[in-house]
């Protein structure tokens, strides 16, 4: 069982990118999931998650509007859609699998990924 992330980097504010999250081992449309970050010497956040069952997400105030979550059950992949980002953005971010609380919140469970690194320059 595991996730693997990728599609972090450098970008300069007001650009995008898409991280990945592969899921081997388990099928991940069973399962709600979601995507974490974590800035050195801060508590790592929720920044969105999505219901295996009925497509209700979360999204962090932060993000709202500037993010998008998305899964591709057939290739067994979430995506996170990043959008005009900000250098406070920058974080490791992480996927795992989630109890996700209607569409208030969210909270990881046993499964992480390792994470991928976005940097977002001024």
């Known amino acids: 069982v595991q996730l693997v992330e990728s599609g972090g980097g450098l970008v300069q504010a007001g650009g995008s990118l898409r991280l990945s999250c592969a899921a081997s081992?388990?099928?991940?449309?069973?399962?709600?999931i979601g995507w974490f970050r974590q800035v050195p010497g801060k508590e790592r956040e929720g920044v969105s998650c999505i219901s295996s069952s009925d497509g209700r997400t979360y999204y962090a105030d932060s993000v709202k509007g500037r993010f998008t979550i998305s899964r591709d059950n057939a290739k067994n992949t979430l995506y996170l859609q990043m959008n005009s980002l900000k250098p406070e953005d920058t974080a490791v971010y992480y996927c795992?699998?989630?109890?996700?609380?209607?569409?208030?919140?969210?909270?990881?469970?046993?499964?992480w990924g390792q994470g991928t690194l976005v940097t977002v320059s001024s």
């Open positions: 795992a699998n989630v109890e996700l609380y209607g569409s208030s919140s969210c909270r990881g469970l046993q499964v």
């Open positions: 081992g388990f099928t991940l449309d069973y399962y709600d």
